[in-house]
């Protein structure tokens, strides 16, 4: 069973930066489509970026483009969202989700995920 774990979420001030990190020990992540998600209390799961499994393909939900940079290193079977210049309004929990099966034009919808992680949380507070 593929087993997803994200890490990098902390406590930043607003104006600030963090690196998100996405793998699945045991497994390899490489050329799998990769979605990343985020869920504020009291919202909503909403779609945040994803990557094809080739890297060459990206999006980004509305809210984060321009501030918000998806990337993967294959070699590296990790996929990274870097955060930048992220207000309190980014404060939620991020979930990286993986499926070989995605189809680019869905890769921003959760339902087309069956693998998930637990989750790391972001907070942006002064």
């Known amino acids: 069973q593929l087993q997803v774990v994200e890490s990098g979420g902390g406590l930043v001030q607003p104006g600030g930066s963090l690196r998100l990190s996405c793998a699945a020990p045991?497994?390899?992540?490489?050329?799998?489509?990769i979605g990343w998600f985020r869920q504020a209390p009291g919202k909503e799961r909403e779609g945040v970026s994803c990557i094809s499994g080739s890297g060459d393909s990206t999006n980004y939900a509305d809210s984060v483009k321009g501030r918000f940079t998806i990337s993967r290193d294959n070699a590296k079977k990790t996929v990274y969202l870097q955060m930048n210049s992220l207000k309190p309004e980014d404060t939620a929990v991020y979930y990286c989700?993986?499926?070989?099966?995605?189809?680019?034009?869905?890769?921003?919808?959760?339902?087309?995920?069956?693998?998930w992680g637990q989750g790391t949380q972001v907070t942006v507070s002064s």
């Open positions: 989700a993986a499926d070989p099966l995605v189809v680019p034009t869905m890769c921003m919808s959760g339902g087309s995920y069956r693998y």
């Open positions: 045991g497994f390899t992540l490489s050329y799998y489509p």
